[in-house]
């Protein structure tokens, strides 16, 4: 039970947290600002997508953007609703309507919350770099032609996959230029990403929006702005679905749990790579973000994820601690109830700016170049990874990046294992004449196993053991085997067979104390223990076949 409110403690806010808090809050403040600017359409934009409409993905920014940012394991994380929940939820909301959206976030919280009581965070530090670098690219990508139908000034196309928008958006540009909206976007860009090479303190995201808004309205320009908002965030309520229909809700609430954790956690390690001597608390982070899936479907929110974008453009413009997204919660809220008729105004290609130099900076070049030299599967994984977070989802991105990381890795471990044919003399004790030395080499071979013998390398070292030939006893020395499963060890096995077949004696030494399991359960070297012919060490087991040879005549007695 100690151990239980030991592991909650750790989940919750720290004396650190307040700390680090007062330390900049200018910086903060301004950078939550200028995520706030930029999280309010996104916000409007992804609660309509969902199906549950602007005032949900309001809530969702305001009152999950502010439950992870005290809680979350991040103190630079921004949370809220994003495109890729938005895929998830959109055929729940067609099966089930709002109460089983919002059922499916309180659910998909608790899961999470258990995860982090579980401390699975940990195992997110297994992800390859390949994989979070690929994935950083991918997203930048889809960041970038998500802002194309904006920054062209054209309605967006209806579709799900953002290339074909973004080419569909390029043919109503040329069909209706709009030149206005290009040179906005274009100018916010490269103010951003100029102005933070020369003066990195100064949040020119927020200068270049507010001249552009300022731009547009005095020069009376035809440029889309956001519209019209809703008047304040909707008032608490819970509304979820009846009990009798859970069980039908289990498997979307697990996906939606999944793609939380993992695009949370994905993003945290992004922003701890965009800034210097920050690292996240990965339990903790599946905390904050349980927590606030399940508060935010009591206010009619959706569920929430860390956001690689806002999260991006909230280390870009300065933050140094959680009070910039707690301020970006806080901001949206207040500005919701008190300017939305100034937001109003901000043109959609501004915005489309301010992401897309946010695209363009989140890609380290340096970290990737290195990366893509480094090796030759290293460079695969990255750049399989980055396609298919551009032709698929997040989820499956990541998941191909991991299983192929995880067979190269495979392949590598098992090219590392050898079978090496070792002098016996090395090996003999007491002294010995050059012509039984001779003797004995010419009848005994002794081979050692270096490294894992798993289901990877099994294969390989069957062919190479079965190649013995013109031997009459093999020694087979495997103190340097650092594992072996159940197909190693049957392999093992079946080479053992092999050669007693052939008339080939064989003798095991040096097995370890815990490979003794598998090899006995599968009765790999039950017969050979029977006869006397596994030993602690190899000297053991060469004069154990020295006397077995001369039982046989093969040898003369005079040896040993």
């Not at 860009?189 to 001249?211: D, E």
């Not at 979307?252 to 954790?261: C, K, N, Q, S, Y």
């Not at 079978?419 to 071979?445: F, K, S």
């Not at 081979?447 to 894992?452: H, S, V």
Request: glycine share 10%; hydrophobic share 55%.
């Amino acid at each position: 039970m100690n151990q239980f409110f030991s592991s909650v403690r750790s989940l919750l806010p720290a004396r650190a947290d307040l700390v680090a808090m007062t330390r900049r809050p200018r910086r903060d403040l301004l950078a939550g600002l200028t995520v706030a600017i930029v999280a309010l359409p996104l916000a409007l934009g992804f609660g309509i997508s969902s199906g549950m409409g602007a005032e949900a993905g309001l809530a969702t920014a305001v009152v999950a953007g502010a439950l992870a940012a005290v809680f979350g394991g991040s103190g630079l994380q921004v949370s809220g609703p994003t495109g890729a929940m938005t895929v998830v939820l959109v055929p729940i909301m067609a099966q089930h309507g709002a109460p089983g959206v919002l059922t499916v976030g309180v659910l998909a919280g608790l899961m999470l919350i258990a995860l982090a009581l579980a401390k699975a965070g940990k195992y997110m530090a297994l992800v390859p770099a390949p994989v979070v670098e690929g994935f950083t690219i991918g997203i930048a990508c889809v960041i970038g032609l998500q802002q194309v139908p904006a920054a062209l000034g054209v309605p967006t196309p209806e579709g799900e996959k953002v290339v074909v928008v973004a080419w569909e958006a390029v043919r109503d540009f040329a069909a209706r230029p709009q030149w206005w909206a290009v040179g906005i976007a274009l100018a916010v860009a490269a103010i951003m990403i100029v102005g933070a090479r020369w003066w990195p303190t100064v949040p020119f995201s927020l200068l270049a929006v507010a001249a552009a808004t300022v731009a547009v309205a005095l020069a009376d320009l035809p440029v889309s702005t956001i519209g019209e908002l809703p008047a304040g965030l909707p008032a608490p309520s819970i509304g979820f679905i009846d009990p009798a229909a859970l069980s039908s809700l289990i498997a979307p609430a697990i996906a939606v749990a999944a793609l939380a954790g993992l695009e949370s956690l994905l993003s945290a390690a992004v922003a701890d790579g965009m800034s210097v001597n920050h690292k996240h608390d990965p339990d903790r982070e599946l905390f904050g973000q349980g927590l606030a899936n399940l508060v935010s479907p009591m206010f009619g929110g959706v569920p929430a994820t860390g956001a690689i974008a806002r999260t991006a453009v909230n280390v870009r413009s300065g933050a140094s601690s959680r009070l910039a997204s707690l301020a970006h919660a806080g901001i949206l809220a207040v500005i919701v109830y008190t300017a939305a008729g100034l937001v109003a105004k901000i043109p959609l290609a501004a915005l489309a700016g301010v992401l897309l130099a946010t695209a363009v900076r989140m890609v380290e070049v340096g970290s990737v170049k290195a990366m893509v030299r480094s090796t030759r599967g290293d460079a695969v994984v990255l750049v399989l990874t980055a396609i298919a977070t551009l032709a698929l989802d997040l989820v499956q991105a990541v998941i191909l990046g991991l299983l192929v990381a995880g067979a190269l890795a495979l392949r590598s471990i098992a090219r590392n294992v050898r079978l090496d044919a070792m002098p016996i003399h090395d090996d003999l004790t007491g002294d010995h004449t050059d012509q039984e030395l001779d003797l004995l080499a010419e009848h005994i071979v002794a081979y050692r196993l270096d490294g894992p013998l798993f289901f990877a390398a099994a294969h390989r070292f069957l062919l190479e053991l079965s190649e013995v030939a013109h031997v009459s006893v093999v020694i087979l020395r495997m103190s340097r085997v650092t594992t072996i499963d159940a197909s190693g060890a049957l392999v093992l096995g079946d080479a053992i067979a092999r050669l007693r077949h052939r008339g080939i004696t064989v003798y095991v030494s040096g097995i370890r104390n815990g490979h003794h399991k598998p090899l006995r359960a599968l009765g790999v070297i039950e017969r050979l223990a029977e006869e006397g012919r596994v030993f602690a060490t190899t000297p053991e087991a060469i004069a154990a076949a020295r006397d077995h040879l001369h039982h046989k005549g093969v040898i003369p007695a005079t040896t040993g």
